[in-house]
């Protein structure tokens, strides 16, 4: 029994729990680069026309970053448009045969000009080829560093008009790397590009978990020799110290409704559960147990806390109600479960399954209990949903290295984001942002 519950806790240290400068700062490394392989059976042909952006020098290529985004959905088969004569930069002007014979369904189109005071304006339309209409256009006033997010907010336009989901690509993810010894949590675009620093240290940063509005991270971090839980603003690098009680602090959860969190904590026993206020106040225990109990999770609609226990002789997934009460279990397929994480609609909870040896990510289905292995790893961890719930975001290690991957939530559609020289891992994906 010893034995094992080691092995749990070196298991959770790399799962869940794996200063520095206080303000967000872009770095120099690298983006993340990212390999796609598989696709929906029945994939939309779009054309995204190449912008003009004659007067515009020196900004990057708005319609690859469009296509790029739609293509990692695996919900389009973007078409290749140089050699059609018509080039298009408004919709009036587009000659739909030329693309109904490209055997395009949808074309985007768009044009970038500058404005007064050192701003751009991007105008963009979006038409369905067949029918001849159009679907949407938007115009966005910006600062030239807002290209490449007006370009994943026009994709989202994009995939939102044609498939009736949200989309995610103007979201965010936030991750660990360590690098040269030097730990820094990361957040980047959802496509790996942009990555600016949290904040680092030469002392392990893990656990990271965005509040609810995206606007704060929380984590923990060794940097005074023992686990503290932080919360940090993005916006003003300002972050309060959340609990550093005697003992470990660690895997803080945020409610759906950011008041409060769920944490571990070490400081009256082995590791329980406990809810604490945003602001460090109202500390309350919330499992009693002898056994470890760790990565708490709220459901979507804040009435349980899912969490890894190895109660039963072996780490498996637990819930509890998250006004306290008697904990239940939740998983029964398998020898080993963890790292629990609800989709956005609370009707499927991703884990970590020891699947013959290899730890992968699984979906579980919680109303008929169906188990479904998704990734294709063998030191799969730290899975995390994106807002829509299309996609499952999670570290992978190979050669002794951490790097990102992800999978669509049908197994269909598979990435690998790979950064040179960094060792990556726990991946969260944050919020959809208005």
């Known amino acids: 029994m010893k034995k094992l519950l080691n092995l749990f806790q070196v298991a959770l240290l790399s799962a869940t729990a794996f200063m520095a400068s206080a303000i967000v700062t872009p770095v120099s490394h690298a983006a993340l680069e990212i390999e796609i392989s598989g696709g929906n059976a029945q994939q939309l042909p779009i054309a995204i026309v190449p912008f003009n952006q004659d007067n515009v020098k020196n900004q990057e290529n708005i319609a690859n970053i469009i296509s790029a985004d739609l293509r990692r959905s695996g919900m389009f088969?973007?078409?290749?448009?140089?050699?059609?004569?018509?080039?298009?930069?408004?919709?009036?002007?587009?000659?739909?045969?030329?693309?109904?014979?490209?055997?395009?369904?949808?074309?985007?189109?768009?044009?970038?000009?500058?404005?007064?005071?050192?701003?751009?304006?991007?105008?963009?339309?979006?038409?369905?080829?067949?029918?001849?209409?159009?679907?949407?256009?938007?115009?966005?006033?910006?600062?030239?560093?807002?290209?490449?997010?007006?370009?994943?907010?026009?994709?989202?336009?994009?995939?939102?008009?044609?498939?009736?989901?949200?989309?995610?690509?103007?979201?965010?993810?936030?991750?660990?790397?360590?690098?040269?010894?030097?730990?820094?949590?990361?957040?980047?675009?959802?496509?790996?590009?942009?990555?600016?620093?949290?904040?680092?240290?030469?002392?392990?940063?893990?656990?990271?978990?965005?509040?609810?509005?995206?606007?704060?991270?929380?984590?923990?971090?060794?940097?005074?020799?023992?686990?503290?839980?932080?919360?940090?603003?993005?916006?003003?690098?300002?972050?309060?110290?959340?609990?550093?009680?005697?003992?470990?602090?660690?895997?803080?959860?945020?409610?759906?409704?950011?008041?409060?969190?769920?944490?571990?904590?070490?400081?009256?026993?082995?590791?329980?559960?406990?809810?604490?206020?945003a602001d460090g106040s109202g500390l309350k225990q919330l499992t009693k147990s002898s056994a470890i109990d760790t990565e708490p999770i709220w459901s979507p609609d804040a009435k349980w806390i899912y969490f890894s226990s190895d109660r039963g002789g072996s780490p498996?997934?637990?819930?509890?109600?998250?006004?306290?009460?008697?904990?239940?279990?939740?998983?029964?397929?398998?020898?080993?479960?963890?790292?629990?994480?609800?989709?956005?609609?609370?009707?499927?909870?991703?884990?970590?399954?020891?699947d013959g040896g290899k730890f992968r990510v699984a979906l579980q289905n919680l109303t008929t209990g169906q188990v479904q292995i998704l990734s294709e790893g063998s030191q799969d961890e730290s899975p995390s949903f994106a807002p829509n719930g299309r996609v499952i975001l999670y570290a992978t290690r190979a050669a002794g290295r951490g790097s990102l991957a992800a999978v669509s939530a049908d197994g269909r559609v598979r990435q690998r984001l790979s950064e040179s020289g960094g060792d990556i891992r726990e991946p969260a994906w944050g919020p959809l942002l208005n």
């Open 77 to 277: 088969r973007v078409l290749e448009t140089a050699g059609v004569v018509s080039q298009p930069s408004n919709i009036s002007q587009v000659k739909y045969s030329d693309w109904a014979a490209l055997q395009a369904q949808a074309i985007a189109v768009g044009k970038i000009e500058t404005l007064p005071g050192n701003r751009l304006k991007v105008s963009f339309q979006l038409g369905d080829v067949l029918k001849q209409t159009q679907l949407a256009g938007m115009d966005y006033n910006i600062a030239p560093n807002q290209l490449r997010m007006t370009a994943h907010k026009i994709a989202d336009v994009i995939y939102q008009k044609l498939t009736g989901e949200s989309a995610i690509f103007a979201s965010r993810i936030a991750y660990i790397n360590k690098s040269k010894g030097r730990y820094a949590l990361q957040v980047a675009d959802a496509d790996g590009v942009n990555p600016q620093t949290v904040v680092s240290s030469n002392e392990p940063i893990i656990s990271p978990a965005w509040s609810p509005d995206g606007s704060k991270i929380a984590y923990v971090s060794f940097e005074k020799k023992k686990p503290i839980i932080f919360v940090q603003s993005l916006m003003t690098g300002q972050r309060i110290t959340l609990a550093s009680f005697k003992g470990n602090n660690s895997a803080p959860a945020w409610s759906p409704d950011g008041s409060k969190l769920a944490i571990v904590l070490t400081h009256a026993a082995n590791s329980q559960l406990y809810l604490i206020n």
């Open 316 to 354: 498996q997934i637990y819930k509890v109600s998250s006004i306290g009460g008697d904990a239940q279990r939740v998983t029964f397929d398998g020898p080993y479960n963890l790292s629990p994480r609800f989709s956005p609609d609370g009707k499927s909870l991703a884990m970590i399954r020891n």
